[in-house]
T-cell receptor, first 114, second 112 residues
């Protein structure tokens, strides 16, 4: 059973461009979480999704950020018009419906905005 | 969310046991105590969790104080691969998702 997969692992964007981060949860996991880790800081919750639904987006910036988890395919975290302050590591985690207390994390996507 | 307090860093020698403390004096009756760790340049990894009783698994043991205001993660024989940041997190299990609130954690250094 493959773990949580994220791609790309590294992403470089210029200011104003769009960044798309993908997360494939573990097989059978229907719950996906996104976290952001700024340099030298701890992880901060961004959004929690189940298939086709956003359940909790209390940690998402109000503008430029969006997330989806379609019926088919990976979860996508989209950042429009990136700024230098968006440079961070973005981690995705998944959990199965019967074991929601444990989250399995992916290796992260490191976004660098020039 | 209830807060946790951990030392910023700890050091250990390889093959020795390590006791990582966590204070959570404002814990409520429904809070589970979770531990995750993050190795350099990797995503966090689940270690162990418990509610009231001590817990053991293949990675570690979790000792929970009788009043639940503190807990200790025990690595029985530290190896170089255990060098990581260890996070103690309180979690209320809800049907609306279980977002983890990470603090600054404890940086564990393991030396030969």
């Amino acid at each position: 059973n493959a773990g949580v997969m994220q791609n790309p692992r590294h992403l470089v964007r210029r200011r104003g461009q769009e960044a798309r981060l993908r997360c494939s949860p573990m097989k059978g996991h229907s719950h996906v979480y996104w976290y952001r880790q700024l340099p030298e800081e701890g992880l901060k919750f961004m959004v929690y999704l189940q298939k086709e639904n956003i359940i909790d987006e209390s940690g998402m910036p109000k503008e430029r950020f969006s997330a989806e988890f379609p019926k088919e395919g990976p979860s996508i975290l989209r950042i429009q018009q990136v700024v230098r302050g968006d440079s961070a590591a973005y981690f995705c985690a998944s959990s199965p419906p019967e074991q929601q207390e444990t989250q399995y994390f992916g290796p992260g996507t490191r976004l660098l905005v020039l | 969310d209830a807060k946790t307090t951990q030392p910023n860093s700890m050091e250990s020698n390889e093959e020795e046991p390590v006791h990582l403390p966590c204070n959570h004096s404002t814990i409520s009756g429904t809070d589970y105590i979770h531990w995750y760790r993050q190795l350099p340049s990797q995503g966090p990894e689940y270690v162990i969790h418990g509610l009231t009783s001590n817990v053991n698994n293949r990675m570690a043991s979790l000792a929970i104080a009788e009043d639940r205001k503190s807990s200790t993660l025990i690595l029985h024989r530290a190896t170089l691969r255990d060098a990581a940041v260890y996070y103690c997190i309180l979690l209320i299990l809800t049907g609306g998702g279980n977002k983890l609130t990470f603090g600054t954690g404890t940086q564990l250094k393991v030396e030969l």
